[in-house]
């Protein structure tokens, strides 16, 4: 029986590890699009601000009086299969 238990736990993980690429982020086009932007939220805009090759990352960062502080960094791309 214990053997039965440990194919479940391997299967589990593997759907996991399946599902992980469907749920990767899109890009949005504008900064202005993103709403309600929450601390340790990381989004990706594509608008053409950084180098090529990489693409705008806002981060929230701290909570201040006025919201959610935001800040922006250029990071690598990733290759789409």
Excluded at 10 to 21: D, M, N, R
Excluded at 51 to 59: E, H, R
Excluded at 65 to 77: D, F, I, K, M
């Amino acid at each position: 029986m214990p053997r039965i238990g440990f194919v479940a736990l391997i299967g589990a993980v593997i759907c996991v590890a399946l599902s992980a690429p469907a749920s990767a982020q899109q890009a949005l086009m504008r900064e202005g699009d993103i709403v309600d932007l929450r601390v340790g939220q990381r989004v990706l805009v594509d608008d053409g601000s950084c180098p090529a090759g990489q693409i705008k990352q806002v981060i929230g960062a701290k909570l201040s009086q006025n919201g959610v502080v935001r800040t922006r960094s250029c990071v690598p791309r990733l290759a789409k299969k």
